[in-house]
C-alpha cells in the first residue's frame, strides 16, 4: 500500500498542460473550492491565464444551493460569501481576467465592485447585474480609476447609469461599445456624448427610446459604427401639450441618419417573434424573462455573452 507521502508526489507530478486542459472543462467554482486546494501543482495550473479570460458568475447552476442562484437582493452574509468568490476566482486569476459578468438578479455595493476591480487591472469589458443601484459615487469612482483599459460595458436597469458613464468618461479612454437597458431619453442622450465621445457600437436592444434622443445621438456621436435598435419600443413627447405616444415603426429621419453607419440593425416588426413575444401586460415574470433575454442575448456579437462569447 502507497502510504500517504507517495500518493502526493503522485498528485504533483502531473503534467501542468493536462492539467491545465482539464481544468478548463470545470465549472470556476469547482476551482476555487476544491481542485486549486489539493496540492502546489494544481494550485499553480489553476493560476493559468488560459483558465481566467472570462468569469462568468452567471453559469452557476439555478438548481444548486449557492448563494448566487438566489435572485435579486442579498442578506449581509449572503453578501459576504460573494464578497469571498469574487476573492477567490481573481486571486487565482492573477490579474488576467479580461471579461466578468455579475449573475442577473442578485445585487451588488461598493464592496463586490471594489474587490473586483482591484483584482482585475486588465479588465476589458464589464456585464452589470439588474441590482447595481447599491453602488455609491464613491464606489463607482474608486472601481473606474482601476479599469484604465475597459473597452465594454452592459448595464441593464430602467435608472440610467449617469455616474457611471461619468466615471467612464474620465478613466477609461479605450472605451468604444455600450449596451443599455434603460429608457433612453435626450436628458441621459447628451450627457451620454459627451462623456464617451468616441463611442464606435451602442445597442439599446429591447429598450423604450425616446426618437429626439436617437436623432441627437445619431448628429453627436461622430465615431459610431454600430447601432442596435431591434425589439425597440419608440417614444414621442409632444412639446406644447401634456401626453407621448408609443409607436414600433423607426421614425424616417433616423433610418436616413443612420445609413451613414457600418451597421444599422434593426427587426421586421411584423414577424420578429421577440417583440410579438415582448409582455404588454404587467405580469412580472413574462418581463423578467424578456429583460434577462435582453440583457444576454444581442445582434452584436461583441455584446453577446453566451458561454461562447467574451
Known amino acids: 500500500m502507497r502510504n500517504q507521502g507517495s500518493s502526493d508526489r503522485s498528485w504533483n507530478n502531473m503534467d501542468y498542460n493536462i492539467l491545465v486542459k482539464i481544468f478548463m472543462t470545470l465549472n470556476f467554482m469547482d476551482i476555487i473550492s476544491s481542485v486549486s486546494l489539493v496540492c502546489s501543482s494544481w494550485r499553480s495550473a489553476c493560476c493559468d491565464p488560459a483558465l481566467w479570460t472570462k468569469l462568468d458568475l452567471s453559469t452557476l447552476s439555478p438548481d444548486s444551493n449557492d448563494v448566487l442562484s438566489k435572485k435579486y437582493t442579498l442578506s449581509n452574509d449572503e453578501s459576504g460569501i460573494l464578497t469571498k468568490i469574487l476573492k477567490s476566482a481573481l486571486n487565482l486569476s492573477r490579474g488576467n481576467v479580461t471579461c466578468l459578468v455579475f449573475n442577473y438578479f442578485i445585487s451588488i455595493n461598493d464592496e463586490h465592485l471594489v474587490c473586483a476591480s482591484e483584482r482585475s487591472p486588465n479588465l476589458k469589458r464589464l456585464i452589470l447585474p439588474l ?20 473597452e465594454s460595458l452592459t448595464v441593464p436597469s430602467v435608472i440610467a447609469p449617469f455616474k457611471i458613464m ?3 468618461g474620465s478613466y477609461c479612454k479605450s472605451f468604444s461599445e455600450l449596451k443599455l437597458q434603460c429608457f433612453f431619453n435626450l436628458n441621459f442622450a447628451v450627457p451620454l456624448t459627451k462623456n464617451v465621445p468616441k463611442l464606435k457600437v451602442l445597442s439599446l436592444r429591447g429598450t423604450m427610446v425616446h426618437n429626439q434622443a436617437m436623432i441627437f445621438i445619431l448628429d453627436n456621436f461622430k465615431h459610431l459604427e454600430v447601432l442596435n435598435m431591434c425589439h425597440c419600443q419608440m417614444k414621442e413627447v409632444y412639446q406644447y401639450e401634456v401626453g407621448f405616444t408609443l409607436y414600433r415603426e423607426i421614425d424616417p429621419p433616423i433610418i436616413e441618419k443612420s445609413s451613414r ?16 413575444w ?9 418581463w423578467a424573462e424578456f429583460e434577462l433575454k435582453c440583457w444576454r442575448e444581442d445582434e452584436v456579437s461583441s455584446l453577446a455573452h453566451g458561454p461562447e462569447n467574451c
Not at 447595481?132 to 475597459?150: D, N, P, R, V, Y
Not at 415582448?278 to 413574462?286: F, G, I, S, T
Open 166 to 168: 461619468e466615471a467612464i
Open 278 to 286: 415582448r409582455p404588454y401586460n404587467e405580469r412580472v415574470l413574462d
Open 261 to 276: 453607419l457600418k451597421k444599422f440593425l434593426t427587426c421586421q416588426r411584423d414577424t420578429c417573434n421577440m417583440c410579438k
Open 131 to 150: 441590482n447595481w443601484h447599491q453602488l455609491t459615487e464613491s464606489g463607482i469612482q474608486q472601481s473606474f480609476k482601476m479599469w484604465e483599459a475597459l
